[in-house]
């Protein structure tokens, strides 16, 4: 039998709330993060096809946090180890009385430290000064250092490790550790999601990739729109969620609340573009049966799907597409909702932060508005997907999480027994 | 030329503010690593900084001598010194003559 595993903290840094509470509360109220970009100074702004974004304003480390090594990393690696001090704060885990070597990091991330990336490489390339290069470029800008400064923050010896899936990255990093503690590698794993590249360069390329909203910058709240019939493109958002993942056993040893089980995972590649998902959503489908299959439960028994839904046109038909092959009549009856709507598109961060309002809506009973579903698509339609704040018990939720590089990710978390 | 009390006051400054502390707790005979607790990419990131304020280039053979505070500025003074006459090599290629 499986070693079951369960969510006992949360954390999360997002342009709607820096902390779970203040996240959760604007999230029911469907307040948007979204905002215009505020300066690429000096590239003009009107060069940018898009010119709205979900930031993080007046983020600085030292106010959350006393760990002068955090200076060296970048913002998302920051992120991160923002929400990682709150998701442990939450759990109740003391680590002085844990076995390091038996507590993990997974961390999923898309992008990197392009913050300080961006401003080397335009440094080197105006001056052409070469031993001008910071010497922390290299540290700052590499995927696991976020994973690496956690260990380094919270004194985890386990496995560290980075998933880099593009925008499914954390949602593939809560599944690598649900898998980690089920080998019996870890008891705990602190799993978390972080990206922060609303940068010059990572903005112009997905401007130029025609991914990114653009017919809404003189009204960036009602930019990003999943399944609204006028979405036209995702919102590039930023920010960091973190879980605390540990074994039953673990968990009930301590007493530790518990928010719910994750129950099962799968991964998947379509094996067929770089950037675009196949059009009759039959891998998404695949994906979400393997990951029903690995928690044990029917379609039927789902009760909300923490949509991937981006708020591409493309994106949420095929995804729809995909529930409803899976879930047939089911889909009359599923709650669906898409955290995207309110924060954009974190990238790394998404799966993450999806997976903690699954976690949330699964304590609560209370499943988030998708905001600015103001007229449904008939692409995409389902009766489960509102713009309004929705009550109902939530005992076996879906995360999807697809990206870039032809990759799928299903998470599924279920409401602890009592 | 800037006087040599000029140059310890910049470099004093300089590792205050990676340090976050007050300069007037920094004397020349603190040793980088054990009094100041810089380990040695701390070292090569006051370095850098110190590549910049004095416009230089300091090359890897030279790290090894840099001990105190004191050795930072005595290099500093060293480097920043005019060529004795004009058979003297140039700034690039004089980083990289020994130094003893």
């Known amino acids: 039998m499986k070693t079951r595993v ?3 903290g949360l954390g999360i840094v997002s342009p709607i709330g ?10 029911m109220e469907g307040r948007s993060g979204v905002t215009a970009v505020k300066s690429f100074d000096p ?27 955090g200076a060296r990393v970048d913002r998302f690696a920051q992120f991160a180890l923002v929400a990682a001090k709150e998701a442990l704060a939450d759990s109740g885990l003391r680590m002085d009385r844990e076995e390091a070597h038996r507590i993990g990091v997974i961390v999923g991330a898309g992008m990197g430290g392009m913050v300080m990336g961006e401003r080397e490489v335009t440094q080197l390339y105006q001056q052409l000064r070469p031993h001008r290069v910071h010497p922390n470029l290299i540290p700052a800008i590499t995927l696991n250092s976020a994973s690496g400064i956690l260990a380094m923050a919270y004194g985890a010896k386990g496995p560290n490790l980075t998933i880099s899936t593009a925008c499914s990255s954390s949602a593939h990093a809560l599944g690598q550790a649900l898998n ?26 997905f401007c130029s990739l025609r991914a990114l909203s ?16 006028l979405r036209d493109g995702f919102v590039l958002g930023e920010g960091a969620g973190a879980l605390i993942l540990e074994s039953l056993p673990h968990a009930k040893k301590r007493k530790a609340r518990v928010y719910a089980e994750v129950a099962g995972y799968a991964a998947t590649s379509e094996a067929y573009h770089m950037v675009i998902p196949r059009e009759d959503g ?19 028994q789902v009760d909300y799907i923490n949509a991937h839904a981006t708020s591409t046109p493309v994106g949420d038909n095929v995804e729809i597409k995909g529930i409803r092959q899976v879930f047939k009549s089911r889909v009359e009856k599923l709650a669906i909702s898409a955290t995207k709507s309110l924060i954009g598109h974190t990238l790394g961060a998404a799966g993450a932060i999806g997976g903690i309002a699954t976690a949330l809506s699964i304590e609560t009973g209370q499943i988030h508005p998708t905001i600015n579903y103001d007229e449904p698509d008939p692409e995409c339609n389902a009766p489960g997907i ?18 870039f590089g032809s990759n799928n990710a299903a998470v599924v978390f279920r409401k602890p027994s009592p | 030329m800037p006087a040599e009390s000029h140059i310890a006051d910049q470099i004093i400054t300089a590792l205050a503010e990676y340090l976050k502390r007050d300069k007037k707790s920094i004397t020349l005979d603190n040793r980088l690593r054990d009094d100041l607790g810089l380990d040695s990419i701390a070292t090569i990131e006051l370095l850098f900084k110190l590549e910049e304020v004095f416009d230089l280039q300091i090359p890897d053979e030279d790290l090894k001598g840099l001990v105190t505070v004191g050795h930072v500025v005595k290099y500093v003074q060293k480097r920043l010194a005019p060529p004795p006459s004009k058979k003297s090599p140039q700034p690039a290629a004089r980083a990289k003559r020994p130094k003893k």
Do not use: M
């Open chain 1, 282 to 300: 039959v891998e998404i489908a695949e994906t979400i049966r393997l990951a029903l299959k690995d928690a044990g439960v029917t379609p039927a």
């Open chain 1, 43 to 69: 590239f003009p702004l009107e060069g940018y096809r898009s010119r709205v974004a979900a930031q993080i304003e007046n983020f600085d480390l030292s106010q959350h946090l006393d760990f002068p090594q």
């Open chain 1, 18 to 27: 820096i902390g779970v509470k203040d996240f959760w509360k604007a999230a």
């Open chain 1, 214 to 229: 653009t017919k809404f910058n003189e009204t960036p709240t009602k930019a990003s729109r999943p399944f609204d019939r």
């Open chain 1, 6 to 8: 369960v969510i006992t």
């Open chain 1, 180 to 205: 980690c503690i089920r080998s019996g590698q870890a008891d705990t794993v602190i799993t978390a999601g972080a990206d922060a590249s609303i940068t010059p360069l990572v903005f112009a390329g």
């Open chain 1, 386 to 403: 509102s713009r309004s704040a929705q009550e109902r018990p939530v005992k076996i939720a879906l995360i999807n999480s697809f990206g």
